[in-house]
Nanobody, 122 residues
Framework: VQLQASGGGLVQAGDHLRLTCATV????????MGWFRQAPGKEREFVATISYRDRRTYHADPVKGRFTVSRDNAKNTVYLQMNSLKPEDTAVYYC????????????????WGQGTQVTVSS
C-alpha cells in the first residue's frame, strides 16, 4: 500500500496550492480519505475528510471556507485545494485512508502517506 502526497511548496500569504494524494494497493472507492497536518512542535491535526460512502466532506474550522477536499475514484486520488493561504497553514500535510465511513480520530486511519511540506510566508 502506498499513499503519495505531492503539491506542497513555498508560497506567499493569499496564494493557493492544490495537494494531491495518489494511492496504490487499496480499493480506493471503499476508503474514506483524510488530510491532516503537523506544524513544528505541534501535534498532528485534522484538516479535512471525504467519505467513500456518500462523498460527504468535513473540514476543520481553521480551514473551512478556504480549503476543499475532493476525490476522483477513477484515478484513486484525493485532492486538497487550499486557497487564501495563511502563515499559520504552514505544516507538513499528510493524506490518510480509513476503511470506514465516519472515522472519528487519527487512529482510525489505517494507511498514511509520507507528507508534503507547505510553507506560507507573510
Amino acid at each position: 500500500v502506498q499513499l503519495q502526497a505531492s503539491g506542497g511548496g513555498l508560497v506567499q500569504a493569499g496564494d493557493h496550492l492544490r495537494l494531491t494524494c495518489a494511492t496504490v494497493g487499496i480499493r480506493f472507492s471503499l476508503y474514506t480519505m483524510g488530510w491532516f497536518r503537523q506544524a513544528p512542535g505541534k501535534e498532528r491535526e485534522f484538516v479535512a475528510t471525504i467519505s467513500y460512502r456518500d462523498r460527504r466532506t468535513y473540514h476543520a474550522d481553521p480551514v473551512k471556507g478556504r480549503f476543499t477536499v475532493s476525490r476522483d475514484n477513477a484515478k484513486n486520488t484525493v485532492y486538497l485545494q487550499m486557497n487564501s493561504l495563511k502563515p499559520e497553514d504552514t505544516a507538513v500535510y499528510y493524506c490518510a485512508a480509513a476503511a470506514r465511513a465516519r472515522p472519528t480520530g487519527l487512529n482510525e486511519y489505517e494507511y498514511w502517506g509520507q507528507g508534503t511540506q507547505v510553507t506560507v510566508s507573510s
